[in-house]
C-alpha cells in the first residue's frame, strides 16, 4: 500500500530555510518520478520541484535559485530544501508520485510571516 508522509513545515520569517521531508512506502522511489506540490489557501494545487528517477530535477520558475529537491534513496525519501522564504511561499506542502494517482498524504504547512 503506498503511503506518503510529509513532514519538517513549520512558521518562519521572511528569509529563512527549512527542510521538507517525505518518506515514501510501497514502492521503490528510486524508480518514479516524485513531485512537490504547495497549496495555498483558495488557490489550485500547483508543482513546486521534481526529480525524475534517473535523478534530473527540475524546478518551477517561482522558487528556482530558492529550492532545491533531492532525494536518499537508501531512506525512500524526497526532501524539499527552501531558502530565502517568501509570504508567497505560505501553503500546505505535498509530496506524489508523478502520474500514478496515489492518495496524498496529509501534507505540511509552511508559514511565512513577519
Known amino acids: 500500500q503506498v503511503q506518503l508522509v510529509e513532514s519538517g513545515g513549520g512558521s518562519v520569517q521572511p528569509g529563512g530555510s527549512l527542510r521538507l521531508s517525505c518518506v515514501a512506502s510501497g514502492f521503490a522511489l528510486y524508480f518514479y518520478a516524485m513531485r512537490w506540490y504547495r497549496q495555498s489557501p483558495g488557490k489550485e494545487r500547483e508543482s513546486v520541484a521534481t526529480i525524475f528517477s534517473d535523478g534530473r530535477t527540475l524546478v518551477e520558475d517561482s522558487v528556482r535559485g530558492r529550492f532545491i529537491i533531492s532525494r536518499d534513496t537508501d531512506e525512500n525519501t524526497v526532501y524539499l530544501e527552501m531558502d530565502n522564504l517568501q509570504t508567497e511561499d505560505t501553503a500546505v506542502y505535498y509530496c506524489?508520485?508523478?502520474?500514478?494517482?496515489?492518495?496524498w498524504g496529509q501534507g505540511t504547512q509552511v508559514t511565512v510571516s513577519s
Open positions: 506524489n508520485r508523478l502520474n500514478r494517482g496515489d492518495p
